[in-house]
């Protein structure tokens, strides 16, 4: 349906805002642009056009759902490893997902708190940003 379409759109252009703001990395905006057109290879491959030679995506096989949730798991394993001699900030991360899933906080106040637990480690916030949603509205 067109509203369908509509909403796939705006989630691209608010994507290419994000990084043509340098707000999310060259590797999270191919992640991102991939997971909104799952299911669709050839509008994937069609992204090729706008990406540097270095990054043009492969004609590779999409990944199952299952494989997004390893993602996820491992992203939050390197959490805890990279943290592992300051095991609060582990857990002050739990704790900040657990009051999100319990509609306490907002998107919002999630990125501010987890970009100040983070602070000095770029590279996980910015993995972390692939997993949000890409509008207030999607809180």
């Known amino acids: 349906p067109a ?20 707000q999310i990395s060259t590797k999270a905006v191919i992640e991102k642009v991939s997971t909104l057109f799952a299911g669709h290879k050839d509008l994937i491959l069609g992204f090729n056009a706008f990406l540097p030679q270095d990054y043009r995506i492969q004609d590779t096989p ?13 992203y939050v394993a390197r959490i805890k490893q990279r943290f592992i001699n300051q095991p609060e900030v582990y857990k002050q991360f739990l704790i900040i997902l657990q009051r999100y899933k319990d509609g306490s906080r907002s ?26 949603p890409e509008k207030p509205g999607d809180e």
């Open 3 to 22: 509203n369908k379409v509509e909403t796939v759109y705006n989630r691209f252009l608010d994507i290419m805002k994000g990084f043509k703001a340098q």
């Open 107 to 132: 998107i919002s106040h999630v990125k501010e708190q987890v970009a100040a637990l983070f602070h000095g480690h770029d590279d996980l916030m910015q993995q972390f940003s692939i997993f949000l």
């Open 62 to 74: 999409e990944k199952p759902p299952e494989q997004q949730f390893d993602s996820a798991y491992n």
